[in-house]
Nanobody
Framework: QIWLTESGGGPVQAGGSLRLSCAAS??????????MGWYRQAPGLKRGGVAL????????WYTDPVKGRFTISVDNAKHAMSLQMNSLKPEDTAMYYC???????????????????WGQGTQVTVSS
């Protein structure tokens, strides 16, 4: 069983920064080449991908609204993932979720149904 735990959310003013962390447990040594990512969901909206990273290749993907402001990173040794969020905007307000796929071959999918383990989420609230 894999467990994901997010932390680092909270209230922040527009233009500020937050760093979200995702701690993973249950990864065996053979659990490699999976994709990990951050998704977010605002009230009344669908959950959508924010940033993804391949633990195998290190390749990343960002949704257009966060490009240049957010940076995803992963520490494979610690089974941890982070999302550095700078220049935050009110529209970034959402519940942020950490997720992971099974080990896979190929680029990371942006489809949330490819991610089979999810954390409980951490709330980010950006005030103007």
């Amino acid at each position: 069983q894999i467990w994901l735990t997010e932390s680092g959310g909270g209230p922040v003013q527009a233009g500020g920064s937050l760093r979200l962390s995702c701690a993973a447990s249950g990864f065996s040594n053979t659990y490699r080449d999976n994709c990990m990512g951050w998704y977010r969901q605002a009230p009344g909206l669908k959950r959508g991908g924010v940033a993804l990273i391949s633990r195998g290749s290190g390749s990343t993907w960002y949704t257009d609204p966060v490009k240049g402001r957010f940076t995803i990173s992963v520490d494979n040794a610690k089974h941890a993932m982070s999302l550095q969020m700078n220049s935050l905007k009110p529209e970034d307000t959402a519940m942020y979720y950490c997720a992971t796929t099974p080990p896979l071959i190929g680029p990371c999918s942006t489809m949330s149904n490819e991610y089979n383990y999810w954390g409980q989420g951490t709330q980010v609230t950006v005030s103007s």
